[in-house]
């Protein structure tokens, strides 16, 4: 059967948020459907998993071991699919793909180009994809904007699509913005009908235009933007400023998007939206609010811990509960900038996540050590828990000078070490310990209990572990291993007995978070915080 392809640009900026916008309108299909989601990047690098995260967000980490573009966070959160690698197209993916096709004689007696060479080789990608999956909805998102020089071949390849697969096969959405100018008090549709123009230049006329701007549009602007874009008003849909991004999928169901897209492929939908709906009032208008420290060093950039975020806001909904970030930039407590009480002051938990290097990494220790004595409840995830191994090893187990090898080479006690199998990496790429690992779970122990069964399967990247030479000296000063590899090497989890929440994972919990299930040591910590929060209160 002929899947439907919806094909989802973006204009005038980047950041307007294709990403939540196309799992969005994935979500109002999700019923009965199995959805593909393809993300399309014009970056010459393989993966994002070398960029700093100040530069492009989070890197996300799939079951598979594929670090991809942090928009695949939302695919999985909105349409609860487990995505794999391939749907990731880079254009460093495609170059090394045409250039290795062209030394093995694929294209022998031609010049190469990109059109239509790499244009071509994007498309049979895509038709593999397809092949292998057999989905019933093909969900595209071409990165960037229209006009930008490294993603044309990818908007040329979109185009060509609907002449291979037919008109009602094919929806193009675009995403535009619709700024408001204080001066003159009202919205101005001029950028977007120059963005509107541009596609048309590329050779696409989009089925919808989904405009991202402060305030709903209202009936006029619809009007002038379609007489000035040549779409019909109907199918220009409010994309305006949101309390939460779970929001979206509910505004465009208001707006008819579901209708006009169905209309347009010729396919059935039935939207179911009742939990949904229940689940983001509750982010919304929670009851009461718990305040959690989010303590790190990427804190300039939000994105960087967009899943971290994500997976409180789920843990919240479920419990019943708003959660509230204070961001603690970790250096601020190194240099003195600020104190660890006045870091703490008003927070109902801290949580430490994960990153690499040592700036800031005494001041997240710091931190850790105040949740450890002052029984705040603590989540540490992968850097988070390392930490709070050398925390527990200098000021508990006596070893003062303990440290993770990452940061002191020369530390006598080296008791966060490299893993075996890093050693001697020269190529950074894509070499670290990735993906989904299976973890045996201590019984009796809190994370057992949460998990509710005897093995618990998370997502890693990391390089460094656990020295297994002090995992007995841990054991014996009062730290709980609650999760192991399976062959016991690597430690997963680590608790503390008779704290009311301090537990730390080497996994990265919040990539397995969504909305309608919360990852248990999330759901967890913001109980835990929960109820510090009515003991604060009393």
Not at 477 to 501: D, W
């Amino acid at each position: 059967m002929q899947p439907k392809f919806i094909i989802v640009t973006g204009g005038v900026l980047s950041g307007l948020g294709k990403g939540t916008a196309a799992a969005s309108i994935g979500r109002l299909f999700l019923n009965g459907n199995k959805i593909m989601p393809i993300k399309c990047d014009g970056y010459l690098n393989v993966d994002p998993g070398t960029m700093n995260p100040l530069e492009h967000g989070e890197v996300f980490v799939l079951d598979d071991g594929g670090e991809v573009d942090m928009d695949f966070g939302h695919y999985e959160r909105f349409l609860d699919v487990d995505c794999k690698s391939s749907w990731s197209i880079t254009s460093g993916k495609i170059f090394n793909r045409v250039i290795s096709n062209e030394r093995k004689g694929k294209y022998l007696g031609k010049t190469i180009q990109i059109f239509p060479h790499v244009i071509d080789e994007i498309k049979e990608w895509i038709f593999e994809l397809v092949d292998q999956e057999q989905p019933d909805i093909v969900l595209i998102e071409i990165g960037g904007t229209v006009g930008d020089i490294e993603n044309r071949w990818f908007v040329e390849a979109v185009r060509q699509l609907k002449k291979i697969v037919g008109k009602h096969n094919t929806a193009y959405v675009h995403l535009t913005y619709i700024p408001f100018l204080d001066s003159v008090g009202e919205l101005k549709t001029k950028p977007a009908q120059r963005d509107i123009a541009l596609l048309h230049e590329v050779g696409i006329t989009p089925d919808v235009v989904i405009c991202r701007g402060k305030d709903p549009l209202t009936k006029k602007i619809k009007e002038k933007l379609a007489l000035f874009g040549n779409i019909d008003p109907s199918n220009i849909i409010s994309g305006h400023d949101v309390d939460t991004i779970y929001d979206l999928p509910i505004i465009y169901y208001r707006e008819g998007l579901a209708d006009t897209l169905s209309h347009k492929l010729r396919l059935a939908h039935q939207v179911e939206l009742t939990k949904w709906q229940q689940l983001t009032q509750n982010i919304k208008r929670p009851s009461r609010k718990v305040t959690i420290a989010l303590c790190g060093k990427y804190t300039d950039l939000q994105d960087s811990y967009a899943s971290v975020i994500e997976a409180l806001h789920h843990a919240g909904a479920h419990n019943g509960v708003g959660v509230q970030l204070k961001w603690i930039e970790t250096t601020d407590i190194e240099t003195g900038a600020l104190s660890v009480q006045q870091a703490l002051d008003g927070v109902h938990g801290i949580l430490v996540p994960g990153g690499f290097g040592g700036r800031g990494i005494e001041g997240k220790i710091a931190l850790v050590k105040a949740a450890r004595e002052q029984r705040v409840p603590y989540l540490g995830i992968c850097y988070g828990l390392q930490l709070a191994v050398v925390e527990f090893c200098r000021n508990v187990c006596g070893l003062q000078g303990a440290h993770t090898t990452e940061i002191d080479p020369s530390t006598v006690y080296p008791v966060i070490d490299l893993l075996p199998e890093q050693r001697g990496h020269v190529i950074k790429g894509a070499t670290m310990r990735l993906g989904a690992y299976e973890a045996v779970l201590e019984e009796p122990s809190q994370v057992k209990s949460l998990y509710d069964t005897p093995i618990a399967k998370e997502r890693h990247r990391h390089r460094y572990e656990v020295n297994p030479v002090y995992h007995d000296v841990l054991r014996e000063h009062g730290m709980v291993l609650s999760g192991m590899s399976k062959n016991g090497r690597l430690v997963e989890c680590i608790e503390l007995k008779g704290h009311p929440y301090f537990i730390a994972s080497q996994a990265h919990n919040e990539l397995t978070s969504r909305l309608e299930k919360p990852n248990p040591l999330f759901f967890g910590f913001i109980k835990a915080a929960s109820e510090e929060e009515s003991l604060k209160g009393k």
